[in-house]
């Protein structure tokens, strides 16, 4: 089937429907991921006559037309748009641009960021030094929250305020909020470094972050218009914020409600807030949770019965089996999210963990996409039970200690692993010089040859 006709198809589908996922009109029509991006393209943007939903729906746009599939005779006439009053018919001009809606509920996660005592540092420094140490916290900042594909709604002097859930909504937008908050934290410890060294003060923040219904919308007037979520959720937000010490992150109820197990958190009780009736039970994060899955937070509860795949469960341990034997095994668990795939695999580890079997897991996440080797950088973190405010130098002696009790060439193996895990070069050991190494190597493939 030709593009045109194809493309007819699925105009007649979306103005019938109004509403069409990408899954189902690839199901529907058999189309491949080319085709499917070409309709996309063609109908958005081109004759915008549909606009896309979060990345998984179609949604017709255009005014109502009669569709008619082509055929070797003469064709029929497309019936004109109906006309309201007031409206001019315009030959040739383009289609209006699809109206969003004015304004929409949403489940929000928002965080609220400031600093601590900006007023006295902005009374000590010069306005455009202040603006400058400004702006780069900002920056530093900004990367993490894109990291882990937060909004950034708005900047408010020296303060952020930042939505989760909101263009653009995540299944678990409240702990990517806990991990951006904790991330800042983090992240301005090391910009501190720098700010210290080069102008003799240390910036601190104060996180707070809260979930709740929100309704989002377009808000203000005159040439200037924002996005903007109204509503408890952000002003609870701010609230927390204020309660927060200096460089740590504080979340409500409703948020821990979402992220237990994921993070160690202190409770601190419920605390009045200023402007809510009732106190707001509170908790400050610590740190991330040896716990980085949902299997690994259920397995603390217990797990429900696995039921109708006992032909898999005897499959991985028939293979287990062979490979205690001396046969060396491998097994792929392929197929579409959520059908029990990380499940299965947790019943193999509950029938081998009393078998003096080592485990070793390697997780990939999707905040950190941009980074290959995160899987083995997450990894080498966990066996050093390393805490992210640690300071470099007691992360590098960490390091240290466990190699000691390992065969391998310090020299070699110490600097290569602190580059990996982002520490500074150890100043006992010699720099490698991987370049050289790598030209020898491929100057005597070329003698080879």
Same mark, same amino acid.
């Given at each position: 089937?030709?593009?045109?006709a194809?493309?007819?198809q699925?105009?007649?589908?979306?103005?019938?429907?109004r509403r069409l996922?990408y899954?189902?009109l690839?199901?529907?029509?058999q189309?491949?991921d080319e085709?499917?991006e070409?309709l996309?393209?063609?109908?958005?943007y081109a004759?915008?006559?549909?606009v896309?939903?979060?990345?998984?729906v179609?949604?017709?746009?255009?005014a109502?037309?009669a569709?008619?599939?082509?055929?070797?005779?003469?064709?029929?006439?497309?019936?004109?748009?109906a $006309? &309201? +009053?007031?409206?001019d018919?315009? !030959?040739? *001009?383009?289609?209006? @641009?699809?109206?969003t809606?004015?304004?929409e509920r #949403?489940? $929000? &996660? +928002?965080?609220?960021?400031?600093? !601590?005592? *900006?007023?006295v540092? @902005?009374?000590?420094?010069?306005?455009?030094?202040? #603006?400058?140490?400004?702006r780069?916290?900002?920056?530093t900042?900004?990367?993490?929250?894109?990291?882990?594909e937060?909004?950034?709604?708005?900047?408010l002097?020296?303060?952020?305020l930042?939505?989760?859930?909101y263009?653009q909504?995540h299944?678990?937008?409240?702990?990517?909020?806990v991990r951006a908050g904790l991330?800042?934290v983090e992240?301005?410890?090391?910009?501190?470094?720098?700010?210290?060294?080069e102008r003799?003060f240390?910036?601190a923040?104060?996180v707070?972050i809260h979930?709740?219904?929100?309704v989002v919308?377009?808000?203000?007037?005159?040439?200037?218009?924002?996005?903007l979520?109204?509503?408890d959720?952000?002003?609870?937000a701010?609230?927390?914020?204020s309660l927060?010490?200096?460089?740590?992150a504080?979340i409500s109820?409703?948020t821990?409600r979402?992220v237990?197990?994921y993070?160690v958190?202190e409770p601190?009780?419920?605390q009045p807030?200023?402007?809510?009736?009732?106190?707001?039970?509170?908790?400050?994060?610590l740190?991330?949770?040896?716990?980085?899955s949902?299997l690994?937070?259920?397995?603390a509860?217990?797990?429900?019965?696995l039921?109708?795949?006992?032909s898999?469960?005897?499959?991985?341990?028939?293979?287990w089996?062979?490979?205690?034997?001396?046969?060396?095994?491998?097994v792929l668990?392929?197929?579409?999210?959520?059908i029990?795939?990380?499940?299965?695999v947790e019943?193999?580890?509950?029938?081998?963990i009393?078998?003096?079997?080592?485990r070793?897991?390697?997780?990939?996440?999707?905040y950190?996409?941009?980074?290959?080797?995160?899987?083995?950088?997450?990894?080498?973190?966990r066996v050093l039970?390393?805490?992210?405010i640690?300071?470099p130098e007691?992360?590098?002696?960490?390091?240290?200690?466990?190699l000691?009790t390992?065969r391998?060439?310090?020299?070699?193996?110490?600097?290569?692993?602190?580059?990996l895990l982002?520490l500074?070069h150890p100043?006992?050991?010699?720099?490698?010089?991987?370049?050289?190494g790598l030209?020898k190597?491929?100057?005597?493939?070329?003698?080879?040859?």
């Amino acid at each position: 089937m030709d593009y045109d006709a194809v493309l007819e198809q699925v105009l007649e589908l979306l103005q019938r429907e109004r509403r069409l996922s990408y899954r189902v009109l690839k199901l529907r029509l058999q189309l491949d991921d080319e085709t499917l991006e070409a309709l996309k393209e063609d109908l958005i943007y081109a004759k915008q006559l549909a606009v896309d939903e979060d990345g998984r729906v179609l949604v017709w746009a255009g005014a109502a037309r009669a569709v008619t599939a082509p055929s070797s005779g003469a064709t029929e006439p497309v019936e004109p748009p109906a $006309l &309201t +009053v007031g409206q001019d018919l315009q !030959v040739g *001009s383009p289609s209006p @641009a699809p109206r969003t809606p004015e304004a929409e509920r #949403r489940q $929000l &996660t +928002v965080l609220f960021c400031d600093l !601590v005592d *900006s007023t006295v540092l @902005a009374g000590q420094l010069d306005p455009e030094e202040w #603006r400058e140490v400004v702006r780069a916290y900002q920056d530093t900042c900004a990367k993490v929250i894109a990291r882990y594909e937060g909004h950034i709604a708005q900047y408010l002097g020296d303060g952020l305020l930042v939505y989760f859930g909101y263009p653009q909504a995540h299944e678990d937008d409240a702990q990517r909020a806990v991990r951006a908050g904790l991330g800042m934290v983090e992240a301005l410890g090391t910009f501190n470094a720098r700010l210290t060294h080069e102008r003799g003060f240390k910036l601190a923040i104060r996180v707070g972050i809260h979930t709740g219904l929100v309704v989002v919308g377009e808000m203000g007037g005159g040439g200037r218009h924002e996005q903007l979520a109204l509503g408890d959720t952000p002003n609870v937000a701010a609230r927390l914020q204020s309660l927060a010490a200096p460089d740590t992150a504080m979340i409500s109820a409703a948020t821990h409600r979402l992220v237990q197990g994921y993070f160690v958190v202190e409770p601190l009780g419920p605390q009045p807030l200023k402007g809510v009736a009732a106190p707001v039970p509170v908790y400050r994060i610590l740190r991330t949770n040896v716990a980085e899955s949902r299997l690994e937070v259920a397995a603390a509860t217990g797990w429900t019965p696995l039921v109708g795949r006992e032909s898999d469960v005897a499959l991985l341990r028939e293979r287990w089996e062979q490979s205690r034997a001396g046969l060396g095994q491998v097994v792929l668990l392929s197929g579409e999210a959520g059908i029990g795939k990380s499940r299965l695999v947790e019943v193999l580890r509950e029938h081998v963990i009393n078998q003096s079997a080592t485990r070793v897991v390697f997780r990939c996440s999707p905040y950190h996409q941009q980074s290959a080797l995160y899987p083995i950088i997450d990894h080498l973190q966990r066996v050093l039970r390393w805490d992210s405010i640690d300071a470099p130098e007691a992360k590098l002696a960490a390091l240290e200690q466990v190699l000691q009790t390992s065969r391998l060439p310090l020299e070699e193996v110490t600097p290569l692993l602190a580059a990996l895990l982002s520490l500074p070069h150890p100043a006992h050991y010699p720099i490698l010089n991987l370049c050289c190494g790598l030209m020898k190597m491929d100057t005597e493939k070329r003698v080879v040859r």
